[in-house]
């Protein structure tokens, strides 16, 4: 059956046509779609056609299970049931450009980074590509604004279900839909290779950000078992290809972990690696301060150390910026919040 959420202008003419109905009402259930209304909700169409709509497709959109406003910034923090009644999160921040919301590919992920909550349980199965666009429609409906930006950082790698997540990406870019502008939406990707090759083919204007973490194979290796697979070499060589095929800016993630990559010498290494690989493409090192989880050992430093580390980056030549912590009073890191409702 087609699935609502995701169906095309051109998918819901043929769809009308079928029905018999006159081509003018697609822009009407394109409306509603946008507006997140379920067939029954859409009250501009006749009875008879929101019926055949429930009938010939399928309403995958996300409901607000429960969601946390932070009192520090107001970040909201969304844990979103699904139609089978798996869960995932999505966080909607405030930003002087606009609403930017992180959302989520899988319920769960097999990827296994040893300092993140998403990760434990692994992987249950992987989102359609309806339930990423219900989660940018859904957080919209709920908090009645326009969301600006997405960040495909949530639950999940996005790489690891690439199928839906590309169908997602041209489809929440779509004029008839979202609109949202390509280069607006950033894919986070702890490095799989074969798709991040993949993806420089699709003609997309999306920021790829890259989850770094550490400058040397052993240290990487150790905190993320996909390093195993795919090395520093066969990363950045990626990274590189992927700049000279789109001329978009690669971003690298590098989550602090007190004690484990947070030195002085580790900010040498990383503008090291950084300059041998993409020199001369522009490249950004976006620092996050780890979000503690109560089931892993890493701790996060001080305030005064990661900009310190930035610092040590920035006067090595790499531009380096922290990253702003929003909503850590309302379990913001992915994961927390979808554990804590399997623990109730």
Known sequence: MNDLLTMTKSELLALTEELG???????????????????????TLPLSLRTSLAEKTVWRLP??????????????????????????ESV???????????????????????FCASTLGGRVRNLYASEMLGQVVA????????????????????????DETVKFLR???????????????????CGLVPAIRRLAEENLAITLSISLHAATD??????????????????????????RTTGRRISFEYTLLAGKNDTDADAERLASLL????????????LIRVNEVEETEYRH???????????????RGVNATLRRRLGDDVDAACGQLRRKSQRM
Do not use: W
């Open 92 to 114: 909607l921040m405030s930003y002087k450009h606009g609403y930017s919301l992180c959302i989520s590919c899988q319920v769960g992920c097999r990827m296994g980074c040893r």
């Open 301 to 315: 430093g001080t305030k005064k150390s990661a900009e310190a580390f930035a610092y040590a980056l920035q006067k």
């Open 139 to 162: 957080a919209q409906k709920d908090a009645g604004v326009r969301v600006a930006s997405i960040v495909m950082m949530g639950i999940g790698e996005p790489l690891d279900n690439y």
């Open 63 to 88: 409901t607000v299970e429960r969601k946390q406003v932070s009192q520090k910034d107001g970040t909201v923090k969304y844990l979103m049931r699904l139609f089978d009644g798996e869960c995932v």
């Open 171 to 189: 489809r929440v870019t779509s004029p008839e839909s979202l609109h949202i502008g390509a280069r607006h939406i950033s894919l986070s990707s």
């Open 21 to 43: 109905v006159p081509a003018y009402r697609a822009s009407q259930i394109m409306a509603h779609v946008n507006r997140g209304e379920a067939p029954h909700e859409m009250t």
């Open 275 to 286: 300059h041998r690989y993409l020199d001369p493409a522009p490249i950004h090192v976006n």
């Open 218 to 243: 052993e240290a990487r290796s150790e905190i993320m078992p996909i390093n195993r697979k795919y090395g520093l070499d066969e990363l950045l060589t990626a990274a590189s290809d992927y700049f």
